[in-house]
């Protein structure tokens, strides 16, 4: 579904998207799928007058963007370029807590090295979009997020000490935040009746390229050192950014953005409660499978190989999660659905806590997995279930900028304990902070808005 602005039966208005809906807004974290959602009016636009208001009003349509006439090219085109977009962001992912290691010996800098990522998308998430927006055009912002990507890269590449893995991983963080406009460009390409098939195209070749690209890292590593990922994947961005340049946009025009809904919505409960869990889930998942889980398997002799491998397991059972989730949300009470994600990611982390081998430690990133699959799109979802139309794609910004919290605060928090006190001990604390934070979130949902019905009244 495109998300569009109502339209007005007296005015005679219609709408266009918006640009920061649910769909656009990046499909959660790092391109996942999400549940479908009602229409949003973040902006509105003038709508074109019919034959007929034009014949007895005088009306002059406004001008609206026409497609490509080689569609089929620049749909190419962009889907190149989120292949070379994903690839280059996460061709050194598994093995990039290794490298900060090999950097520094403290793990609470290493937590710092690996937060700078989300901490960047937490502050450019939001503005990228409501500035792409603004301004009408997006494959400006595209081509930075490219350069940024490579610069990113290739300053951890060559960085000879912890200093140069800061900076550049929070260049990366940036480049990862004009996920916004890249996915708000290609949508546009496709008519409203086309929406899903342009969303499922760009969310099934995101996911290749996340795969292949952390399937062969190991490879990369043991034949030129960590460097080579880092090269190859500034290669990609580079390769995306020429990509780019060659397809056309037509410009769109300029909309002003309010900021009024944010302040509205950010101290609704039922807004802010699933997002504040969403968080916990991205602190969870970002100190264990993208932080401190590649170090404990190197600790029980993974090769890089092994490693890749680990990382393309989870990416995988990640998006089976999203699809099992979008299969049985309609008759599995939402609630019950968040607890048992927050259970198998509790059950997960503690698993890597007492894994005594790597065998374990594979059922463990499955479990973790799972969860994140599962819980991610269902959490999401509620956090705009009981927002009005008007006001959900404001609340589903807020969601994003919330939850990317995590993505900061899982690696730099679990970094200092884990200095202080071990990787292992650090990962049983984070698994019983997930636990109790599944009991008592799912029982502060069962008091959140309006009740669902049960899964018999739903068939009714």
Known sequence: MECV???????????????????????????????????????????RPSDMERHTTGAEAPSVPRAAPKRGLTTTIYLVAV????????LYMPTLPLYAESKSDNLAVVGVVLSMYGLCQMIIRLPVGVASDWLGWRRPFIVIGFILAGIGAWTMGASPDIRGLIIGRAITGLAAGTWVPLVVAFSSLFPPEEAVRASALLTLVGSAGRILATGVTGSLNE???????????????????????????????PERPSAAGI???????????????SAAI??????????????????????????????SINMGVVTLGNLVATTIVRHVDSRRLVLLSFTLLAAGVGGAALAPSLPFLFASQFSIGLGQGIVYPVLMGMSIRHVRDAERATAMGLHQSVYAAGMFGGPWLSGILADAVGIRPMFGVTALACLVSGLVGSRLLAGRGPREPSPGQKRL
């Open 263 to 277: 302040l509205r919505l950010i101290s609704r409960r039922d807004v802010l409660l699933p997002s504040l869990l």
């Open 83 to 90: 292949s070379l977009y994903w690839v280059a962001l996460y």
């Open 5 to 47: 602005s109502p339209v007005s039966s007296s005015t005679a208005q219609y709408a266009t998207p918006c640009g920061l809906c649910p769909e656009h807004i990046a499909a959660g974290h790092e391109g996942l799928a999400v549940p479908s959602l009602a229409p949003c009016s973040f902006y509105s636009r003038p709508r």
């Open 223 to 253: 034949r030129g050192g960590y460097p080579l990922a880092f090269s190859l994947a500034a290669g990609a961005a580079t390769l995306g950014a020429i990509a780019i340049l060659g397809a056309r946009e037509a410009r769109r025009p």
């Open 282 to 311: 991205q602190y969870v998942n970002w100190a264990s499978t993208f932080g401190f889980i590649p170090i404990l398997a190197s600790q029980l002799g993974a090769t890089h190989g092994t490693q890749s491998l680990l990382l």
